[in-house]
């Protein structure tokens, strides 16, 4: 039996993007040898059936299914991630500044997805799986404050116990981790510790001189993530924020933890498909 070619393309292209995970549209070609108008009418059409993936962070390509293995390790957070986008990008427009979607991965925070790409503003981005640190980032500090006290409990021990691991672990000295996780809950957001400069302690080489408020992405008692506006810190300060935004970015966290609580039964409305004039430019 003859094999269907446009089948055969199709699959081509998902291991690819299985190996790759978040590829341009040159890199397919590159690594496909499939022509890229052809790539496009086939991302187009995987992303309309919600195979593929396009994050706004990026505008890199991803796969939703695996055809290599049962399910890929991170699979609930690309989930999240793409179910999230249309509410970090209503947010944006509200707010003006971008947000950062993140979860806990192991003693830290994980960026799975950013507005900071549709941003008209010049600001610091990091990339997809960037780490976090989860002690004095506004992000860390709003999950730990909103964890539940066993989970919480034990973070903070492991960070006690292996202090050469994690560079900001002087901040547990004390008790002033108690004390700004309870102003935090107090409050109903997490701040930047003022020292951090989002890459490291504040230097020229690690201040990427933005501020951030944060709030959790709640999954009952559980906190699925947590969601943070950032902006420079020349404008604002942290309460200046929160006093015009933080219910704004409440009621996205809110949106969000519903659309993840309704599961697959709620269909997600399809990008279209980028043009091929400009898709073509995409490195």
Same mark, same amino acid.
């Given at each position: 039996? %003859?094999?269907?070619?446009?089948?055969?393309?199709?699959?081509?292209?998902?291991?690819?993007?299985?190996?790759? @995970?978040?590829?341009?549209?040159? =890199?397919?070609?590159?690594?496909? #040898?499939?022509?890229?108008?052809?790539?496009?009418?086939?991302?187009?059409?995987?992303?309309?059936?919600?195979?593929?993936?396009?994050?706004?962070?990026?505008?890199?390509? $991803?796969?939703?299914?695996?055809?290599?293995? @049962?399910?890929?390790?991170?699979?609930?957070?690309?989930?999240?991630?793409?179910?999230?986008? &249309?509410?970090?990008?209503?947010?944006?427009?509200?707010?003006?500044?971008?947000?950062?979607?993140?979860?806990?991965?192991?003693?830290?925070?994980?960026?799975? /997805?950013?507005?900071?790409?549709?941003?008209?503003?010049?600001?610091?981005?990091?990339?997809?799986?960037?780490? +976090?640190?989860?002690?004095?980032?506004?992000?860390?500090?709003?999950?730990?404050?909103?964890?539940?006290?066993? =989970?919480? /409990?034990?973070?903070?021990?492991?960070?006690?116990?292996?202090?050469?691991?994690? @560079?900001?672990?002087?901040?547990? =000295? #004390?008790?002033?981790?108690?004390?700004?996780?309870?102003?935090?809950?107090?409050?109903?957001?997490?701040?930047?510790?003022?020292?951090?400069?989002?890459?490291?302690?504040?230097?020229? =080489?690690?201040?990427?001189?933005?501020?951030? +408020?944060?709030?959790?992405?709640?999954?009952?008692? &559980?906190?699925?993530?947590?969601?943070?506006?950032?902006?420079?810190?020349?404008?604002?300060? /942290?309460?200046?924020?929160?006093?015009?935004?933080?219910?704004?970015?409440?009621?996205?966290?809110?949106?969000?933890? &519903?659309?993840?609580?309704?599961?697959?039964?709620?269909?997600?409305?399809?990008?279209?498909?980028?043009?091929?004039?400009?898709?073509? %430019?995409? $490195?």
């Amino acid at each position: 039996m %003859k094999p269907i070619r446009v089948l055969q393309r199709a699959a081509e292209l998902l291991r690819a993007l299985e190996k790759r @995970p978040g590829s341009s549209l040159a =890199e397919l070609h590159a690594d496909t #040898g499939i022509p890229k108008p052809t790539l496009l009418r086939l991302l187009g059409t995987l992303e309309a059936e919600r195979m593929v993936w396009r994050a706004m962070a990026d505008g890199r390509y $991803r796969a939703r299914v695996s055809l290599e293995r @049962p399910v890929l390790a991170d699979h609930k957070h690309l989930q999240l991630a793409e179910r999230a986008a &249309a509410h970090l990008t209503v947010l944006r427009r509200r707010v003006v500044w971008p947000s950062d979607l993140t979860v806990r991965q192991g003693y830290g925070m994980k960026l799975i /997805e950013t507005s900071r790409r549709e941003s008209s503003l010049a600001m610091h981005r990091d990339a997809i799986g960037f780490r +976090i640190d989860m002690l004095v980032s506004a992000v860390g500090r709003a999950y730990l404050a909103f964890c539940p006290e066993a =989970e919480r /409990e034990r973070i903070l021990a492991h960070l006690r116990r292996h202090p050469a691991r994690y @560079p900001n672990a002087s901040v547990l =000295e #004390g008790r002033a981790v108690e004390r700004v996780l309870a102003q935090t809950r107090e409050r109903g957001y997490g701040v930047r510790d003022l020292r951090f400069g989002g890459l490291g302690w504040v230097s020229d =080489e690690a201040d990427d001189r933005l501020a951030a +408020i944060a709030v959790p992405v709640m999954a009952g008692t &559980a906190v699925l993530a947590c969601i943070n506006i950032v902006w420079p810190r020349r404008f604002n300060t /942290e309460s200046e924020t929160a006093g015009r935004y933080l219910a704004l970015l409440q009621k996205a966290a809110t949106d969000i933890a &519903a659309e993840a609580a309704a599961g697959p039964q709620v269909p997600l409305k399809p990008r279209r498909a980028p043009r091929p004039a400009l898709a073509a %430019k995409t $490195r």
